[in-house]
């Protein structure tokens, strides 16, 4: 690798050079991207706090919060370092074409864009025709018919136990459950990790090498019902709050 290149992809250089040239825009510029950040961080806050029905309706009385959010959250995504989605790409196209995946969360639906697998995309606003908007607590997709089913930092609210058992509904047996989340959410990954067990999943892989975020992968290995959920143990994971800056 060239120096330039090395230069070109350290993310502390990069944020320096993203902040003079945030200077260097004439003061209107600077002031409107604070408010759009500030509203960002404000909607950020309501969609971990809130359950995913608030959040849907949130979304509903006003469309723009989506896209308002979703400017705010690609912004963030050009600071970091790596793109899960990526990794849960590169994960996906090794695995056979017939299977069905599920994108709980999808965002612009990248995953659907990427793979030769059929993929069904959920989000709670529809940002192009290969989005289903829906709650993904409550997804329209049949029980035991997906193969592969993933969470790609989109375990937001104050219902993840909901999330997980969806999850569990719509797999097959030994269906594959992919989970990529910012590590500073866990309290200790490995309560996180045995807590699963209880919703029907068994760990059989995780990356939590990277600095940001921790991959894992999850195998289902019983059915578990909603009518269970007063029995099971609450999932618990922080919010994740972007600083002012």
């Known amino acids: 690798m060239k120096a330039s290149q090395k230069i070109d992809n350290n993310p502390k250089i990069m944020n320096r050079k993203k902040q003079r040239e945030f200077w260097n825009l004439p003061l209107r510029e600077r002031m409107m991207s604070h408010l759009k950040a500030s509203r960002f961080r404000f909607i950020n806050e309501q969609l971990y706090t809130n359950d995913s029905n608030a959040n849907k309706k949130l979304f509903q009385e ?29 994960s996906l196209l090794k695995m056979p074409k017939e299977h069905v995946i599920a994108d ?21 606003v529809a940002v192009n025709e290969k989005v289903k908007a829906c709650d993904i607590a409550n997804t329209p997709l049949l029980t035991g ?18 999330y997980i058992l969806e999850a569990n509904r719509v797999l097959i047996q030994g269906g594959i459950l992919k989970i ?3 590590e500073s959410r866990f309290e ?16 059989t892989w995780k990356d939590l090498s990277h600095n940001i975020f921790y991959f894992m992968d999850f ?15 609450n999932l618990l994971l922080k919010s994740c709050m972007y600083k002012k800056r």
Not at 62 to 85: C, I, L, R, T
Not at 148 to 153: A, D, G, I
Not at 195 to 203: I, L, P, R, T, W
Request: proline letters at 5%.
């Open 219 to 233: 195998k289902k290995t019983k059915d578990v019902s909603k009518t269970d959920a007063k029995k099971l143990p």
């Open 188 to 203: 200790k990954i490995e309560d996180f990790i045995h807590q699963m067990k209880s919703y029907g999943f068994v760990n």
């Open 145 to 162: 018919r997906t193969n592969v089913v993933v969470f790609c930092l989109s375990l937001m609210g104050s219902n993840l136990n909901d």
């Open 62 to 90: 006003d469309p723009s919060a989506f896209y308002a959010y979703h400017e705010g959250y690609k912004n963030q995504v050009e600071k970091w370092p790596m793109n899960p989605v990526d990794v849960i790409i590169k």
């Open 180 to 182: 990529a989340e910012v």
């Open 104 to 124: 709980f969360g999808c965002g612009e639906a990248k995953i659907a864009e990427s793979v030769p697998q059929t993929v069904h995309s959920f989000d709670l």
